[in-house]
Every structure is written in C-alpha cells, then in structure tokens.
T-cell receptor, first 113, second 113 residues
Framework: KQEVTQIPAALSVPEGENLVLNCSFT??????LQWFRQDPGKGLTSLLL???SQREQTSGRLNASLDKSSGRSTLYIAASQPGDSATYLC????WGYGQNFVFGPGTRLSVLP | KAGVTQTPRYLIKTRGQQVTLSCSPI?????VSWYQQTPGQGLQFLFE???????NKGNFPGRFSGRQFSNSRSEMNVSTLELGDSALYLC????????????FGSGTQLSVL
C-alpha cells in the first residue's frame, strides 16, 4: 500500500530565504507526482506536476525534483515571501486505471516578514 | 475559464441525516474525483467518475456514494451521517487521461452535530 510522508511537518523561515520541502513515497510504481498548496479552509492549488519519466519541473521561483528509484521528491522555493505561507502537499498517482492520488500530510510553511 | 465549483460552501447537519454535495468541473473536464480531508487522516480518496461511470473507489463505507451526469457535473451523497463524517469535502476535476493535473474546488465544509 502506497504511503506518502512529508518532512518537516512545519517550517518557519524569515522572508528571503531559500527553502526545501521533502516528500517520500514507499512504492516507486507511480505515474506522476504533483505538488499543491493549500491556504487555510480552502481547496488545493496545483503548483507543479512531474511525470514519472521526468527529473524536475520549474515554475517561477518553484522547482520540483523527482527521484523515483529512491521514492523522493523535493520542492525548492527560492527567495521566499510572506505570501508563500500555506500548507504544501505532495501527491502521487498510483499505477492503475483512474485518477487515484495518494496525498502526504503536508508541510505547514510560515514565512515571516 | 471558470474553475471547479462546489456547493454549498458550508453545511451543518445532525447525526442520522443525509447530505448531497455538488461539484461542477472545469469545462471540458470529464473526470471528477472526491476527497475527504480531516485534521487526523489528511486527504483521503473517496471515488472518481469518468464519463458517468465510477472508475475508481477508495476505502469508504457504502454510506458514501456518488454519481456523475452527462454534463460531467457530479454529486456526492452521504447517508446516515455520523459525527466522524465532519470534514472538508473536496472535488477535483481533470481531463481524465493518464498524467493529467488535478484541479480542486474550494470544498464543502460539513459539520455533523
């Protein structure tokens, strides 16, 4: 059974710092991995999607990498801003028919001005 | 392009009642999936519909059911509500193919008293 973990559970950094969020999964048989952000009481916003054949994806100040063989992904946020404060979740899409994503518990990020 | 729309935004019910939640996907998206989010269990997959057929199902009791209409709109029904059903219910849509991004709605916050 696929399990997804995220470290750290919470992170507090001063504005301007570069930071790395970690995601681990137990079964490397995945189609892709997606990173989301969630603001309190809101839905999820897709940040980056990495297919299983890819090593990384970039969007603006965000860079996500995927090492399928070791079951790891990292989300790198450059020059953090207070507006980046949110919970970040990673999710893996398992092999099989349909859209069944397994989510990690998330990392709660606070960027202090 | 309008995003994923979920109604209602908030619901308060009592134990034993039933509830129906609605989700309108992004135009052109044929897959709608439902997730339950709680502080203790995180995000858990309920089921996915594609072209009016349930394509995948998570490990939830039969009290949780859903359906999808020909216009891709979806409804989720929970019968005989229990206190533990209190959660944020999130709907996500996608084109439905392998490797597609998920786009989430803002969710319905259900409180069972």
């Amino acid at each position: 059974k696929q399990e997804v973990t995220q470290i750290p559970a919470a992170l507090s950094v001063p504005e301007g710092e570069n930071l790395v969020l970690n995601c681990s999964f137990t079964d490397s048989a995945i189609y892709n991995l997606q990173w989301f952000r969630q603001d309190p009481g809101k839905g999820l916003t897709s940040l980056l999607l990495i297919q299983s054949s890819q090593r990384e994806q970039t969007s603006g100040r965000l860079n996500a990498s995927l090492d399928k063989s070791s079951g790891r992904s990292t989300l790198y946020i450059a020059a953090s801003q207070p507006g980046d404060s949110a919970t970040y979740l990673c999710a893996v899409r398992e092999w099989g028919y349909g859209q069944n994503f397994v989510f990690g518990p998330g990392t709660r990020l606070s960027v202090l001005p | 392009k309008a995003g994923v729309t979920q109604t209602p935004r908030y619901l308060i019910k009592t134990r034993g009642q039933q509830v129906t939640l609605s989700c309108s996907p992004i135009s052109g998206h044929r897959s709608v999936s439902w997730y339950q989010q709680t502080p203790g269990q995180g995000l858990q997959f309920l089921f996915e519909y594609f072209s009016e057929t349930q394509r995948n199902k998570g490990n939830f009791p039969g009290r949780f059911s859903g359906r999808q209409f020909s216009n891709s709109r979806s409804e989720m029904n929970v019968s005989t509500l229990e206190l533990g059903d209190s959660a944020l219910y999130l709907c996500a849509s996608s084109l439905g193919g392998v490797g597609e991004k998920l786009f989430f709605g803002s969710g319905t916050q259900l409180s069972v008293l």
